[in-house]
């Protein structure tokens, strides 16, 4: 189950329902998928789809979206440095962000055009959905892993569009439940 850590606040979210209530304050969608469908750790991408159909169908009529696919990321992926650079800056979309984490850990940031920066760990279960437009980052946990569903409102995928606030250099990349680092601000934005 995701965490949540709300900095400027010293706050700490770890239950379900309390994630989900707060994250809709900030216009995210949050759920947990549970039980999650029993997948092998080396299934295929078609696997993991067919196993999630139902979900994908679903989302893709809540949502609109039109396509999906899985991301497959670990340590030994080529460019992945440059890969998470580009992600790890402020940004945003012109369509959702949408995730169902199958396995490993992810770290967004959000920040909300009123309120605090929220940093929000995903795992196993967690599908999570970032409207189009909200300022947010990404980065991997210490295992610098995740495997995850993705969906797309245009076949051709989002662009990220950098805000360049400077926001994204006040976070440190910590992950709260894999690291068992405390969630550290550099600086007070």
């Known amino acids: ?9 010293d706050k700490r979210l770890a239950d379900c329902n309390a994630i989900a209530t707060y994250l809709a304050g900030c216009g995210i969608d949050y759920e947990q998928w549970t039980p999650a469908h029993p997948v ?28 999906s696919d899985v ?21 945003w979309h012109d369509e959702d962000e949408v995730r169902f984490i ?10 909300p055009k009123t309120g605090p920066v929220v940093a929000i760990e995903v795992e196993t279960g967690d599908l999570i959905r970032v409207p189009r437009g909200t300022w947010h980052w990404f980065n991997l946990c210490a ?19 950098y805000t360049d606030s400077g926001a994204d250099e006040n976070f440190q990349p910590l992950c709260f439940g894999v690291s068992h680092l405390p969630y550290q601000a550099t600086t007070a934005l």
């Open 1 to 9: 189950m995701a965490l949540v850590t709300i900095p400027d606040e």
């Open 40 to 67: 092998t750790a080396d299934a295929s991408a078609e696997e993991i789809l067919r196993a999630y159909s139902k979900e994908i169908d679903q989302l893709k009529a809540r949502g609109g979206y039109v396509t």
């Open 71 to 91: 991301i497959d990321v670990g340590p030994e992926t080529a460019g992945l440095d440059e890969m998470l650079a580009k992600f790890n800056r402020e940004h």
């Open 102 to 111: 199958i396995s490993g850990h992810g770290l967004f940031h959000i920040h």
């Open 143 to 161: 295992d610098r892993r995740i495997r995850a569903i993705r969906l797309f409102q245009d076949v051709a995928g989002w662009t990220p569009h």
